[in-house]
């Protein structure tokens, strides 16, 4: 993939970067760069979903409950 400017101002993606890795290697070493792939992205969810989120909405009954 092409480095273009918007991309190289956010600072790439180092997953796709690391794929290209790939590219130049025999058939034998992609597995390692796959899995160096794989592992990157597992931490950017695993980070994701521990970071705290909004609170929860807190609801205000308008009608008491009979």
């Given at each position: 993939m092409?480095?273009?400017?918007d991309?190289?101002?956010?600072g790439?993606?180092?997953g796709?970067e690391?794929?290209?890795?790939a590219?130049?290697?025999?058939?034998?070493?992609?597995?390692?760069?796959?899995?160096d792939?794989?592992?990157?992205?597992?931490?950017?969810?695993?980070?994701?979903d521990?970071r705290?989120?909004?609170p929860?909405?807190v609801?205000?009954?308008t009608?008491?409950p009979?």
């Amino acid at each position: 993939m092409p480095r273009t400017p918007d991309r190289q101002r956010r600072g790439g993606r180092p997953g796709l970067e690391r794929l290209a890795d790939a590219d130049h290697l025999a058939t034998d070493g992609h597995v390692e760069v796959y899995e160096d792939v794989h592992r990157g992205l597992r931490d950017a969810l695993t980070a994701l979903d521990a970071r705290p989120g909004p609170p929860a909405p807190v609801r205000h009954p308008t009608i008491t409950p009979r």
